[in-house]
């Protein structure tokens, strides 16, 4: 129990850590800049799409849902292999409950790092692309099509904060499903307790972990209901034009 102990640990320390190397202020430093003096200041993907471009946006998105994905996949396959019990098909649902528990304990410390990185004075990102991550591992067929839903909506709507909320939605909400099915199933055909305890927990971490979210878009929350949260402007011509203006104000700057 004590080396399985040290083990949990481990993950979530180490999981933590990693969440503190912040790709958004890496990428802009390599560029001469610092991402969190331009634009909105957020160290994340739509603040370096807006004022580094489409591309390294792009990359500092692959790299924070890696970030995610890796230390989740490590809790999965740890914690599904060292004395949890092992998988099994419950009431008809296949209860993989212990290997998602790994998964969410080490998504959530992975999370907690980039939102409050000991290495940046405790002021990192809003963990969007990061929560994307762990739902990659988890739901790896549903959270594509959340980004992709996601993606839609923010084009349609200008909306990022709520565009965003809708890509971590989709997988947590099937996760927190399957899994309450499972415990519900296990409790019915009498199995172990152990599983739905185990069960529960991450249903318990899948909720810290969007309500996390919540609180870190807390301001677009409050200017989304007082009609001043500005417009997500990436595709399109809206945000040619945006872009543009921008250029001509910075050569108006240097001008002075």
Same mark, same amino acid.
């Given at each position: 129990m004590l080396i399985e102990a040290i083990i949990i640990v481990a993950l979530i320390v180490g999981s933590y850590l990693l969440g503190n $190397?912040?790709?958004?202020v890496l990428i802009s430093k390599l560029k001469k800049s610092d991402v969190r003096d331009v634009g909105s200041g957020?160290? #994340?993907t739509m603040n370096m799409i807006r004022n580094y471009g489409k591309f390294i946006g792009a990359v500092t998105l692959i790299a924070d849902v890696a970030k995610g994905a890796i230390? &989740?996949?490590?809790?999965?396959? $740890?914690v599904g292999g060292i004395g949890f019990g092992e998988?099994?098909?419950i009431g008809g649902i296949f209860m993989d409950a212990p290997p998602r528990l790994g998964a969410y304990i080490a998504g959530f410390s992975v999370i907690l790092g980039h939102v409050f990185p000991v290495f940046f004075k405790f002021k990192g990102g809003k963990g969007i692309a990061t929560a994307l991550g762990v739902g990659l591992i988890a739901q790896p067929l549903i959270a594509p099509l959340a980004f992709g839903f996601g993606a839609l909506f923010i084009?349609?709507?200008k909306l990022?904060?709520? #565009?965003?909320f809708s890509i971590i939605s989709m997988p947590l909400a099937v996760e927190a499903f399957m899994l309450s099915r499972g $415990? &519900?199933?296990?409790?019915? $055909?009498?199995?172990t307790l152990s599983y739905a305890y185990i069960a529960l927990a991450s249903i318990i971490l899948i909720f810290c972990m969007f309500m996390f979210t919540l609180f870190t878009h807390r301001k677009n929350i409050v200017n989304l209901f007082s009609g001043t949260e500005h417009r997500t402007l990436i595709w399109g011509k809206e945000a040619?034009?945006?872009?543009?203006a921008k250029r001509k104000l910075l050569e108006e700057q240097q001008n002075l």
């Open positions: $190397v912040n790709f958004a957020n160290p #994340g230390p &989740s996949l490590i809790g999965w396959l $740890v998988s099994r098909l084009h349609l709507t990022g904060a709520l #565009g965003s $415990v &519900s199933n296990a409790l019915d $055909v009498g199995q040619k034009a945006a872009k543009e």
